[in-house]
């Protein structure tokens, strides 16, 4: 589908947005230009169809740690891994090899879990390198203590390690985390530039009790110079936490260019920086026809604004039309002031004036009197932004791509990408369209590459023949990363291949002969016929023209099965795969309750029996095992109460593999953060595990796993955050199971019950003993009982009802006139009455009970609602959605009720 948008360029090139503008009000207050002018938009262009690009996979699985690539004349692309290696894929065999290797300093030597961010960290053609094959790297050498800017030659695919003449190098502190920066880019005046970080700690101070929180490190007590990022960022006199800018000489010598933030000979000032106040800088870019300089600035942790230190943390991207002061470690995002604080006592002092900044750290060598501050070009947190709410919310890591051109025999992307800045995330994943006016204002974004997957995207930019690679770190930290790769991403302005959506199996197992149906879900965006070639594993090939096939197996086994779909042109897409088992049915497993199948009720006893057939085999009663738990949960327009719902374990585990969680853990090993196996582990003895686990995700957490915090994720629904918990939980090797309820019983529910208790899950599962050459096959059936009592929170549904919350409690406000509120889904066999507890509750209101709709069956009907609504009996067994409708007597209701619980009276 195409949408048109028309160019605002009247509003834009009459000068109504300053520059540098940028708030929640930009589009609308652009808009409203626009209406104002009696110019009309000048072009209206299509959006170009996402399912047009395409990620074609260079490399994938080979790389470890890869940070920044450059690619070659040729088309070879070197690529620098944060562990010194330099590596070479080769466009015309398709290989990857290594082409030299620095030795860097990349782990700490003698600090026990603190990991080190140094080593080889960023790469860069020389603007000549077809002539002289001149290669820059930025690293962190052994030996000295500094990070180091050489240069070197390529010379028969090989970094020739003794060509390298040292451009630069500076002090950094070792032995501590993070923040290196490393990106190297040159501009259109052929200007070398290349981004520092701040060499901070974020983190807290051991045994300290003042510290960071995730806010601007500022602590300037002695020897505890890695707190106080004013030493390095914030310092005239250091090249920490910049990007400088400067003009190598043939000799690897170097010049100042005009413009930079400090003059040649400035006192407490290093003329080299061209921007300062950074913090992470990790990837820069530079427009090739502007010459403005571009950077993701990977920003602080704390999750909420603090009226003792300030703004909470953002992430930026940030653009440079001249040499400048951006802000760090004084202010962030929009200019938002941090205040100054005393890490002894804990009080804080006035905040910084943005256009005043003073560094009065006694760790700062440089000017204690700062340039003027500029904002942010896009800021945003963990949570969702109000003034750029395209970014989404979660983790983030801020990282700049180049402004995209087109250019005579050099096209590959539509026109409407002229001038757009391409920014990514490395957390997130996602890669945006930044729309700038012709002065370089933001406008707006909007999704790039929104159908590719990329895994941690680190660095991209364009090649010879101005396409897009993108190097992918993969989701792990610190590791061989399987989905770590090289992309290259092509535009197909013609014939596109078809859109593969699922592959699914009517009934993964069976006995033989074991009678496989299969149907894909593909679409076609030119409309075209297709072909199916069905994989059957094991050698079996099946070609049909419709997406359905179905095939016999007469051996046993497991079948990997997929499929790739053909368009008339040949271009092709494959499937997901699915396993299959020939020779060994999944068991069926189901529960028998006797009474209401929606609610339990305190003290009434709930009869249950397992029920588990096995086909081909005799079921072991033994390898039946039944639990119950009480957990809190599902609101009433969430999923219908007691209908099968999936295993808990692989429910969690399929909403984990959706979240960032895989960015950051690993099931069995460590990455940044820890495995979930250890998270398993650790808290196996803790009560409510899953609950603490919940609050942290969603919270965020610090200092439990060492120094690396885990950001906030406010976004995520606490139902899903908890199955994620839940499955954890069932991970660790210490993990144990209590025995068995029996196959058929009955649970007494507690007399009274809060909202920990919310639901009652009754849990089967059976497995079987697999058969020749075959792993067992399990089967679960979950049934949700929630409480009978139903809190106004939970209840989602409702029309004319207000909300009110008070002291964390919410309650729904009765209508004015009338309304009602739904129940989704319940079962209503052995409920005798509906209860609604009302605060200030008054005979001024009627209430009926409907199945089906607000005007459907009336089966209870009381004057006055405060004594409950009794109903007819239902015994159909079926589920109904209830509504309660409320009538007011008159209009004027003065004092209207409040609605805290409803209440399930059973018969």
């Known amino acids: 589908m195409k949408t048109s948008f028309a160019l605002l360029i009247s509003g834009i090139a009459l000068g109504l947005l300053p520059p540098l503008t940028r708030t929640k009000k930009t589009e609308t207050l652009l808009l409203n230009n626009l209406k104002q002018s009696k110019l009309k938009p000048k072009l209206s262009i299509d959006t170009p169809d996402q399912n047009r690009f395409v990620k074609v996979s260079l490399v994938q699985g080979q790389l470890t740690e890869p940070t920044e690539l450059a690619v070659l004349p040729n088309y070879d692309i070197l690529v620098s891994q944060r562990r010194g290696e330099f590596m070479l894929y080769k466009n015309s065999t398709k290989t990857l090899k290594e082409a030299g290797k620095l030795e860097v300093y990349s782990k700490t030597l003698n600090t026990p879990d603190v990991n080190a961010e140094e080593g080889l960290l960023g790469i ?34 090989k970094i020739n390690l003794a060509s390298e003449k040292v451009v630069l190098e500076f002090y950094s502190q070792r032995e501590i985390c993070c923040h290196t920066g490393g990106s190297i880019a040159f501009g259109p005046e052929g200007y070398l530039y290349v981004s520092t970080g701040d060499n901070s700690t974020p983190f807290d101070a051991p045994k300290s009790k003042y510290v960071n929180n995730g806010y601007a490190p500022l602590d300037n007590r002695e020897g505890f110079q890695q707190y106080d990022a004013r030493r390095s960022a914030g310092n005239t006199n250091d090249l920490r936490g910049k990007v400088l800018r400067i003009k190598v000489n043939e000799d690897a010598t170097y010049s100042i260019p005009d413009g930079n933030l400090f003059p040649k000979g400035q006192e407490k000032t290093k003329p080299e920086i061209y921007v300062m106040g950074n913090r992470n800088p990790y990837r820069i870019s530079v427009d090739q026809k502007t010459g403005f300089l571009y950077w993701g600035e990977v920003g602080p942790d704390a999750s909420n604004d603090d009226a003792l230190r300030g703004p909470r943390g953002y992430d930026e991207v940030n653009q440079a039309r001249k040499a400048g002061f951006f802000g760090w470690p004084l202010f962030i995002g929009n200019n ?13 002092g006035e905040a910084f004036d943005p256009k005043a900044g003073l560094n009065n750290s006694p760790n700062n060598t440089g000017l204690s009197s700062l340039p003027p501050a500029n904002p942010a070009f896009i800021w945003y947190p963990y949570g969702e932004s109000k003034e750029f709410p395209q970014v989404g919310a979660g983790g983030r890591t801020a990282m700049a791509g180049p402004v995209y051109y087109s250019r005579p025999g050099a096209s590959p992307y539509p026109s409407y990408y002229d001038g757009k800045l391409i920014i990514y995330e490395w957390i997130r994943g996602w890669v945006k369209a930044v729309t700038m006016s012709p002065a370089g204002d933001y406008v707006s974004m909007e999704p790039m590459l929104s159908n590719i997957s990329l895994a941690a995207p680190i660095d991209m930019e364009l090649g010879p023949d101005n396409k897009l690679y993108i190097l992918e770190y993969g989701k792990g930290w610190f590791s061989k990363n399987p ?75 497991e079948y990997a099965i997929s499929v790739q779909v053909l368009d008339k042109d040949k271009a092709s897409s494959k499937s997901n795969t699915v396993t299959v088992y020939a020779g060994n049915e999944e068991p069926k497993v189901d529960i028998a309750l006797t009474g209401n199948k929606s609610f339990y009720f305190p003290g009434k006893p709930i009869n249950y029996q397992v029920l588990v057939s096995d086909k081909g085999a005799a079921v072991n009663k033994s390898r039946i095992y039944v639990s119950n738990t009480y957990t809190e949960g599902l609101d009433m327009a969430g999923a219908k109460l007691g209908h099968q719902q999936a295993a808990q374990t692989l429910v969690g585990k399929a909403i984990m593999l959706k979240a960032d969680c895989s960015t950051c853990h690993k099931i069995s090993t460590k990455s940044i953060g820890p495995a979930f196996t250890q998270v398993s582990a650790k808290y196996q003895t803790k009560a409510k595990a899953a609950d603490y686990i919940t609050s942290k995700v969603i ?52 007399a009274e019950t809060n909202k920990d208790k919310s639901v009652l899950n009754i849990k089967a599962t059976y497995s079987d003993l697999g058969a020749a050459g075959l792993k067992p096959l399990s089967n679960t059936k979950v049934l949700n009982l929630r409480s009978n009592v139903i809190n106004a929170a939970d209840i989602k549904d409702i029309s004319d009802f207000g909300r009110k919350d008070a002291d964390g409690v919410q309650s729904l406000i009765l209508p004015q006139k009338a309304g009602w509120i739904k129940l989704k889904g319940i079962d209503l066999t052995n409920v005798a009455a509906f209860n609604l507890n009302l605060e200030n509750a008054n005979a001024d209101y009627s209430a009926e009970i409907r199945l089906g709709g607000k005007d459907g069956q009336v089966i209870g009907k009381q004057g006055s609602i405060a004594s409950g609504v009794a109903i007819s009996p239902v015994t159909d067994g079926k589920f109904h959605d209830v509504y309660i409708v409320v009538k007011a007597a008159h209009e004027d209701v003065k004092d209207r009720p409040l609605l805290k619980t409803v209440t399930v009276k059973p018969i």
């Open 124 to 157: 860069a053609l020389d603007p000549n390198f077809a002539k002289n094959q001149y290669v820059y790297a930025f690293y962190s050498p052994v030996k000295p203590s500094v990070n180091r800017l050489s240069r070197f030659k390529l010379i028969n695919d």
């Open 336 to 348: 938002y002031p941090y205040k100054a604080y005393d890490y002894t006592d804990g009080k804080n």
């Open 483 to 557: 989905d770590a790769g090289i992309t290259r991403i092509d535009y197909m302005a013609g014939n596109r291949p078809p859109v593969v959506k699922n592959l699914e199996i009517e009934k993964t197992s069976g006995l033989l002969p074991y009678k496989l149906v299969a149907k894909v879900d593909v679409t076609d965006p030119d409309g075209d016929a297709l072909t199916y070639v069905w994989n059957l594993g094991k050698g079996i090939k099946k070609t049909t023209t419709t997406p359905e096939l179905q095939h016999t197996f007469t051996k046993s086994g």
């Open 699 to 750: 919270n965020g957490s610090k200092g439990v796993w060492g120094e690396v915090p885990m950001p906030a994720h406010p976004t995520m629904k606490a139902a899903d955050v908890k199955e994620i918990a839940e499955w954890i939980m069932t991970l660790s090797a210490k993990s144990t199971t209590g025995p068995s309820l029996p196959a058929t019983g009955k649970i007494v529910p507690p």
